[in-house]
């Protein structure tokens, strides 16, 4: 009778099996079974992003356009700072904050580091792409935010995945276009607002979305609203397209992953590789 061994002579060939190979024979071991609902929750941390930038695109074409101003640009964001920063220890009542071990004071003294350092260097940021031309710092910062979309953290665990580098990019972003704003002024807001909204943004939600789900939902619901509202008064197509895209990513990709679990086939037996699941580091020592 033929045995699954190598340490004995067999009288059969190398390749020989007999009929008890199959009966190892496992499929979708490892499969994970995703629920709809779940699915559509976390898709909404891809919404926000689209949104995030939607927004951030839409307040720079209006100061472009000189429809905002950026002393109004500058209290809005201030408020909206201060609000959500008391929403944000509200939330965990400051647990968080007693884990990290930064004070308040301590954020304070970064915020106003952060704004010094920004404003003192605001001529330089307005004149730093004066010898590119228009074009080209459009297709930079459309690039840029593109790779911001790619390279976001949205909960995965892959190695796409980063976080430096997508906010790295975003600034990046908001300096190309920042500099073809009228003024060194406006260059400073509008580069202050890319942290807010780059930044301090997603930790609120991702705490948000930790500790009060239906909360999560409601921000992210009033804030693709807000996005498609003002991109609306900008071009009604446009908008119209934004909310395809976002109701395509939160409705029907997430149905297309649960109808596609269903086709999952992955087999698994004895041709597979060894696993050792042994502590061998005695034989290291």
Same mark, same amino acid.
């Given at each position: 009778?033929?045995?699954? $061994?190598?340490?004995?002579?067999?009288?059969?060939?190398? *390749?020989?099996? =007999? &009929?008890?190979?199959?009966?190892? +024979?496992?499929?979708? $071991?490892?499969?994970? &079974?995703?629920?709809?609902? !779940? $699915?559509?929750?976390?898709?909404?941390?891809?919404?926000?992003?689209?949104?995030?930038?939607?927004?951030?695109?839409?307040?720079?074409?209006?100061?472009?356009?000189?429809?905002?101003?950026?002393?109004?640009?500058?209290? #809005?964001?201030?408020?909206?700072?201060?609000?959500?920063?008391?929403?944000?220890?509200?939330?965990? @009542? @400051?647990?968080?904050?007693?884990?990290?071990?930064?004070?308040?004071?301590?954020?304070?003294?970064?915020?106003?580091?952060?704004?010094?350092?920004?404003? @003192?260097?605001?001529?330089?940021? /307005?004149? +730093?792409?004066?010898?590119?031309?228009?074009?080209?710092?459009?297709?930079?910062? %459309?690039?840029?935010?593109?790779?911001?979309?790619?390279?976001?953290?949205?909960?995965? *665990?892959? %190695?796409?995945?980063?976080?430096?580098?997508?906010? *790295?990019?975003?600034?990046? !972003?908001?300096?190309?276009?920042?500099?073809?704003?009228?003024? %060194?002024?406006? #260059?400073?807001?509008?580069?202050?607002?890319?942290?807010?909204?780059?930044? +301090?943004?997603?930790?609120?939600?991702?705490?948000?979305?930790?500790?009060?789900?239906?909360?999560?939902? %409601?921000?992210? $619901?009033?804030?693709?609203?807000?996005?498609? !509202?003002?991109? #609306?008064?900008?071009?009604?197509? @446009? !908008?119209?397209?934004?909310?395809?895209?976002?109701?395509?990513?939160?409705?029907?990709?997430?149905?297309?992953?649960?109808?596609? &679990?269903?086709? /999952? =086939?992955?087999?698994?037996?004895?041709?597979?590789?060894?696993?050792?699941?042994?502590? +061998?580091?005695?034989?290291?020592?």
């Amino acid at each position: 009778r033929w045995q699954k $061994v190598l340490y004995e002579r067999q009288p059969f060939p190398d *390749n020989y099996v =007999d &009929q008890r190979f199959l009966e190892e +024979l496992r499929k979708n $071991v490892h499969a994970r &079974q995703y629920r709809y609902q !779940a $699915v559509v929750f976390q898709s909404g941390a891809v919404v926000q992003q689209l949104c995030s930038v939607c927004v951030f695109v839409l307040t720079w074409w209006y100061m472009d356009a000189g429809m905002l101003s950026p002393q109004g640009l500058f209290g #809005a964001a201030l408020v909206s700072s201060l609000l959500g920063y008391v929403l944000f220890d509200a939330v965990d @009542g @400051g647990a968080g904050r007693w884990a990290s071990g930064r004070t308040r004071w301590a954020d304070l003294k970064s915020t106003l580091v952060f704004a010094a350092f920004t404003y @003192g260097f605001s001529p330089v940021l /307005k004149t +730093l792409t004066e010898s590119i031309s228009t074009d080209t710092i459009y297709a930079m910062s %459309a690039l840029m935010l593109l790779g911001h979309l790619i390279f976001f953290d949205y909960g995965a *665990n892959a %190695a796409i995945v980063s976080s430096t580098l997508s906010l *790295n990019m975003a600034i990046f !972003a908001s300096v190309c276009l920042a500099s073809r704003l009228p003024r %060194a002024l406006h #260059a400073f807001v509008m580069v202050t607002f890319a942290m807010q909204i780059f930044a +301090l943004w997603p930790m609120l939600q991702k705490k948000l979305k930790a500790r009060t789900p239906r909360c999560y939902v %409601a921000v992210t $619901v009033l804030f693709a609203l807000a996005a498609l !509202a003002g991109l #609306a008064t900008v071009s009604s197509v @446009g !908008a119209v397209l934004f909310a395809s895209l976002l109701l395509a990513i939160s409705c029907l990709c997430p149905y297309c992953l649960i109808r596609l &679990q269903l086709l /999952k =086939d992955n087999i698994h037996g004895p041709w597979d590789e060894a696993e050792i699941k042994e502590d +061998l580091s005695r034989f290291l020592m």
